[in-house]
């Protein structure tokens, strides 16, 4: 059996630890540790009043695709302070997934500079809709972070199994179109 390793990069409470804990098939292995008033003093929480904790190292989550292939998802924390970690979380990966929170577009925009210059990462942009539904278009969100139409942005809910499948299909897709790997069946 053949594995694979993906990357869920984003800003600070974009939803990345929802992502892999929706998809995983093992209880995801999280690094969660609880907000203090000192991380609050270097985390901006207005938009996210109800988060009480936030990751410190990774996340890590398992989903087996079929008879032939397993997915390692690994989860980086979002704040400035932990993004020395990011070159090892990155290292083997086939892509990554830069999750947004588009009621907070500016927390993306190193995950999204940091894949750019990574140029042998593929990567898509996954739109969070929080509280069910988005502000801007994807075309709006496209202009905002200022990608071509080559990086994939889709919106889902970090929430639910099947939008974050498909998250990961996308991802799949495009790593696999980048490789000259895709199928012409899919």
């Known amino acids: 059996m053949a594995s694979t390793k993906i990357v869920i990069a984003g800003g600070f ?3 990345k630890t929802t992502l892999v804990g929706s998809v995983s098939e093992i209880p995801p292995v999280t690094t969660e540790a609880v907000m203090t008033e000192a991380s609050v003093a270097h985390d901006d929480v207005s938009a996210t009043p109800d988060k009480k904790t936030t990751t410190v190292a990774m996340d890590f989550g398992r989903l087996t695709l079929d008879d032939e292939l397993i997915m390692y998802m690994f989860g980086t ?5 932990f993004w020395f970690m990011w070159d ?3 290292r083997g990966a086939i892509g990554a997934v830069v999750v947004v929170d588009a009621r907070r577009l500016a927390d993306c925009f190193d995950a ?13 942009i996954a739109v969070n809709k929080f509280d069910g539904k988005l502000d801007y ?13 080559e990086v994939p942005i ?7 199994r099947l939008d974050s499948g498909n998250v990961l299909k996308t991802l799949l897709r495009h790593t696999l179109s980048r490789t000259g790997g895709g199928r012409s069946d899919d």
């Open 137 to 149: 278009t994807v075309e709006q969100i496209r202009e905002a972070v200022e990608v071509g139409p």
């Open 112 to 124: 999204i500079d940091y894949f750019e210059k990574k140029q042998d990462v593929p990567y898509i």
């Open 13 to 15: 409470g974009a939803g």
């Open 77 to 81: 924390p979002g704040q400035a302070r």
């Open 154 to 160: 889709i919106e889902f809910d970090a929430r639910d």
């Open 88 to 90: 090892d979380l990155v």
